[in-house]
C-alpha cells in the first residue's frame, strides 16, 4: 500500500483512462482520494456511483476546469479540508478533432485552458501545502501526439505541448520544496474515447496502430494506471522533470 495517509486529487476521472486510475489508486489505500470530473447531471451520477464502488475515502467532486479562477478556489478548499494534497494528477483533457483551419479561435483557447491552464491553476492550488509539508507529486498527462504522429488536433497538441513546458519549470521551481513533477505522454489507447472517435473504421484505425508501434499489441487504460501509482509513490522519489512515454514504442 504505497500511497497509505496520502491525499490525491485526480482530474477527469469519469472517462476510461480515470477510472483505470481512480481504481489502481484507490487500491493503494489513500487517505482520501478526490476524483473530479464535469458538474453536469451525468458525470454526477456517473462520478458519484464510481466514488461509492471505490470506498469511503473515495469522494466525487464536479468541477468546471474551464472556470479557472473557480477550479483554483474550489481546489484550494478541498487541500485546506484535509490537510493538503500529497498527489496531484491533471488527467482531464479536452480533445477536438477538426482540420485546422477549421477552428475558431474560441475554440482554441477553451482546449488550451481546460488542457493547459486548469494544471496550471491547480498546481497552484495545491503548491502551498505540498511546500509547508515538503513533500509533493504532481503528474501531468500529455500526449504522444506531441510527435506529430495525427492530423486535426492542432489545437489539443499545442496545449499538450505547454503542458510539457509546464512541468519542465514547475520540477525545476518546486524541487527545492521536495516537490516532483512529472509528464506522461501515452500513445493510442483502448477507450471510449477511441471507440467514439475512430469506431466508424475501427479495423482500419486498429492496423494502423499497431503498425506504428514497436509492440504489436493495444495499450489498455490500466497499463497507463499502473504508472500512475509508481509516480504517485516513494518509489519515484528521484525522478522529476521527465516526460515518460507509455506508447509501444511509436
Known sequence: MSLTNKNILLTG?????????????????????FILDRPDAESMTKGNALAKRLG???RYVGLDLDDLAESKKVVEQLSKEVGGIDVLINNAALII??????FSLEEYEEQMRVN?????????????DMR????????????????????????????????????????????????????????????????????????????????KQCLKTRIHPEHVANLIVFLSGPKSDYITAQNIGIDAGW
Not at 478533432?97 to 477549421?102: D, G, H, S, T
Not at 491553476?121 to 495545491?126: I, P, S, W, Y
Open 132 to 211: 509547508r509539508k515538503k513533500y509533493g507529486k504532481i503528474i501531468n498527462l500529455c500526449s504522444v501526439t506531441l510527435k506529430g504522429v495525427l492530423d486535426g488536433y492542432v489545437p489539443y497538441v499545442a496545449s499538450k505541448g505547454a503542458i510539457l513546458g509546464l512541468t519542465k519549470s514547475l520540477a525545476r521551481e518546486l524541487g527545492p520544496d521536495n516537490i516532483s513533477v512529472n509528464c506522461i505522454s501515452p500513445g493510442a489507447i483502448v477507450s471510449e474515447s477511441e471507440a467514439r472517435v475512430f469506431g466508424y473504421k475501427a479495423k482500419e484505425y486498429n492496423d494502423w496502430v499497431i503498425d
Open 13 to 33: 476521472a469519469i472517462g476510461s483512462l480515470g477510472v483505470a486510475q481512480a481504481e489502481a489508486l484507490s487500491r493503494e489505500n489513500p487517505a482520501t482520494l
Open 56 to 58: 469511503k475515502n473515495v
Open 116 to 128: 493547459a491552464g486548469s494544471a496550471f491553476a491547480l498546481v497552484q492550488a495545491c503548491a502551498p
Open 97 to 102: 478533432n477538426r482540420p485546422f483551419q477549421e
